[in-house]
């Protein structure tokens, strides 16, 4: 625990650190705060801050910047999301107050919504509770090390996948895997858990559980429609190009993504900072989340990911809000 006053001091740096993206001198606070203390004492209290993990100095002789650890902290001390400014409440309500057609469309507007508000990316996934069976299943050559599986469920959607064997595959063998495929999985969830007899070929079994698996993919892909807005936002993030591309390649994992939201809800958390995301690729990030909604029946998550610098207490604001106003909108819809 942090008395009174380094608790006053790790707020103001945090505060500062978020809208400066500078590190943060005992000058800086003296001037920003109350804290009734003279510079050098605020000197002496950041530096057993900085001992004690909340701050961190960059450079000698240059101010602190907060660690996750201080980060953590200030979300915790927040007590709840900030108010939304009148502005963006009012351009939040007219959005809902207009939103209407199909989920997948109105999802999508509200990652943009989303987006817009806070100047992050917004992460918005929706969840269907489909019972669509296997209908159909074949295997299509397209050359020796590679085919395209293709699954036809009962509610007429269409899983297509590309899958490739570690070895050349014949036409014949492409065959009796689609045949050993359909026998497992037809009439059954394409996300069930399932098991092919061996054939004690290598090649085929590859193929059979690269296919059992392509199929799983598809489908939970299908049942979780995830909607990103605003990748470019979280540029501001990162020092480095590389580290930028590997953020931007995982906003293209779309089970990854999902996984990690459900992760931190699960979890009990609105905020995820850094390690608490559970991927090391988001260190410097940070993820607000909340769930939404349908009749009072868990329909899906909604999020956004930008730098741990972000302002929380805003952006808490804009998703709890947005969060309800879905979830207002989208039971009005079902009755």
Known sequence: MLDERKASILRAVVARYIETAQPVGST??????????????????????????????????AGRIPTEKGYRFFVDQLGGPGDLGAAQAREVR????????????????TSRL????????????????ESATVRSIQLVGLTPRSAMVVAVLSNGTVLKRLVEPLEPVSDDDLATAG?????????????????????????????????????????????????????????????????LQEVLVLLEQQLTVVSMLEDV??????????????????????VVVAPF????????????????????AATLAAVGMVSRRLSRTLSEGEA
């Open 94 to 109: 007219a959005f809902f107050s207009h939103a209407h057609g199909e989920l997948e469309q109105m999802l999508k507007d």
């Open 114 to 129: 989303l987006s817009k508000l806070t100047a992050t990316t917004a992460l918005v996934v929706g969840e269907t509770q």
């Open 179 to 243: 045949n050993r495929l359909a026998a497992a999985m037809v009439g059954h969830l394409p996300t069930d858990p399932m098991t092919v007899a061996p054939t004690m070929d290598r090649a085929l079994d590859g193929v059979l559980a690269s296919c059992i698996t392509a199929v799983r993919t598809s489908a939970e892909e299908e049942r979780r429609k995830i909607f990103v807005e605003g990748s470019a936002h979280i540029a501001g993030a990162f020092h480095t190009v590389s580290s």
């Open 28 to 61: 800086q606070v003296v001037e920003s705060t109350d804290v009734g203390v003279s510079s050098a004492t605020v000197r002496n209290e950041m530096t057993l801050l900085e001992r004690e993990g909340y701050l961190a100095q960059p450079h000698t002789s």
């Open 265 to 286: 809800l699960n979890r009990g958390l609105t905020v995820a900072i850094g390690s608490e995301t559970g991927m090391g690729t988001l260190a410097d990030c940070a």
């Open 293 to 312: 909604n349908v009749g009072g029946v868990h329909a899906g998550t909604i999020g956004v990911l930008g730098p741990a610098r972000m302002n929380y």
